[in-house]
T-cell receptor, first 112, second 110 residues
Framework: DGGITQSPKYLFRKEGQNVTLSCEQN?????MYWYRQDPGQGLRLIYY???????QKGDIAEGYSVSREKKESFPLTVTSAQKNPTAFYLC???????????FGQGTRLTVV | QKEVEQDPGPLSVPEGAIVSLNCTYSNSAFQYFMWYRQYSRKGPELLMYTYSSGNKEDGRFTAQVDKSSKYISLFIRDSQPSDSATYLCAMSDGNNRLAFGKGNQVVVIP
């Protein structure tokens, strides 16, 4: 089955810790994205990547970092600099110039 | 002015009714238009994708695009309780930046 796999589904972080969210796709898509979803705020773009070894900041990149070493993988690290990290994080991918994005099932991150 | 405006609702309808959802946009460069369905605590699922003005049907779902008015719609015929979800509109100019509406929560009452 082709698709996007995010793991873990639920993640708990202590104050001051960095955590990494995994996103893997087997759709052979060039572009990958990370979004954050908060109640009443819709989807906000954190980072996106068009090709391997290249990525761009989105609207709310502060406190986050990414890497794109393989076409299939686009992990997101939530650093201790992110002051309000509790949210639902969504990874997506698309064919570069079609805009038709497919999403993973999300990771719910909670700070404890 | 936001790029994409979507009235967040919520919208409650009786089972069997037609659900009508709308988004307006300001960027005339948008050429790809999508509707997503998102169940609670799940990722958005691509429901409809179109790139031209006019109507596109898929079963009980119809997506309508009016580029001259910068307006898109989603219609759900014969609505079912399983259609209860949040519906997000999205659009792209083909340069990989997607713009999303805030989502419309729909409740279909049996």
């Amino acid at each position: 089955d082709g698709g996007i796999t995010q793991s873990p589904k639920y993640l708990f972080r202590k104050e001051g810790q960095n955590v990494t969210l995994s996103c893997e796709q087997n759709l052979n898509h060039d572009a990958m994205y990370w979004y954050r979803q908060d109640p009443g705020q819709g989807l906000r773009l954190i980072y996106y990547s068009q090709i391997v070894n290249d990525f761009q900041k989105g609207d709310i990149a502060e406190g986050y970092s990414v890497s794109r070493e393989k076409k299939e993988s686009f992990p997101l690290t939530v650093t201790s600099a992110q002051k309000n990290p509790t949210a639902f994080y969504l990874c997506a991918s698309s064919i570069w110039d079609r805009g038709e994005a497919f999403f993973g099932q999300g990771t719910r991150l909670t700070v404890v | 002015q936001k790029e994409v405006e979507q009235d967040p609702g919520p919208l409650s309808v009786p089972e069997g009714a037609i659900v009508s959802l709308n988004c307006t946009y300001s960027n005339s460069a948008f050429q790809y238009f999508m509707w997503y369905r998102q169940y609670s605590r799940k990722g958005p699922e691509l429901l409809m994708y179109t790139y031209s003005s006019g109507n596109k049907e898929d079963g009980r779902f119809t997506a309508q695009v009016d580029k001259s008015s910068k307006y898109i719609s989603l219609f759900i015929r014969d609505s079912q309780p399983s259609d209860s979800a949040t519906y997000l509109c999205a659009m792209s100019d083909g340069n990989n930046r997607l713009a999303f509406g805030k989502g419309n929560q729909v409740v279909v009452i049996p």
